[in-house]
């Protein structure tokens, strides 16, 4: 059985956003799956808490292309608080959806932002449930470096 895709969905697989790296980033965020195989690599470029740019490369299937682009989308231009809050289930609602066995890829592209942000904190000694909420370390133990 063929699995079905929303318009968002193939929208951001066919024309990613933000696509690339980053050359002055000061976040940079990684994860991967082993199950699937799909990694993700998040660049953010923060100044005075905001998300100024951020950028991907994405080596995985079209899920895992369109997530990174969405959420991407999701936390430009928003303060690494906001961004910290973003869940899987939102970027999966902004897409109108994925299949069941594709879910999996929202969760990756919200760990690679995490880690960015944890990768933020680290590199200029910030203390992470200040920096990021309260409730950020508790929500991300598999977003460790």
């Not at 292309?65 to 999966?92: H, M, P, R, Y």
């Not at 942000?117 to 000694?125: E, G, S």
Request: glycine content about 6%; charged content about 30%.
């Amino acid at each position: 059985m063929a699995m079905e895709y929303t318009k968002e969905v193939m929208d951001h697989f066919m024309n990613p956003r933000n696509v690339g790296e980053i050359e002055d980033a000061n976040a940079i965020g990684e994860v991967g799956n082993a199950r699937c195989g799909d990694i993700m690599r998040m660049y953010l470029k923060i100044e005075d808490n905001i998300i100024k740019d951020i950028k991907f490369k994405t080596f995985g299937c079209g899920s895992a292309v369109a997530t990174s682009s969405k959420a991407t989308e999701l936390i430009k231009g928003k303060s690494i608080k906001e961004a910290a809050k973003l869940k899987n289930e939102d970027v999966v609602k902004a897409l109108g959806g994925l299949p069941d066995v594709k879910i999996h890829c929202s969760v990756l592209a919200e760990q690679a932002i995490k880690a960015a942000l944890l990768n933020y904190c680290k590199n200029n000694n910030l203390n992470v449930e200040e920096t990021l909420g309260e409730s950020f370390s508790a929500n991300c133990s598999s977003c460790e470096e």
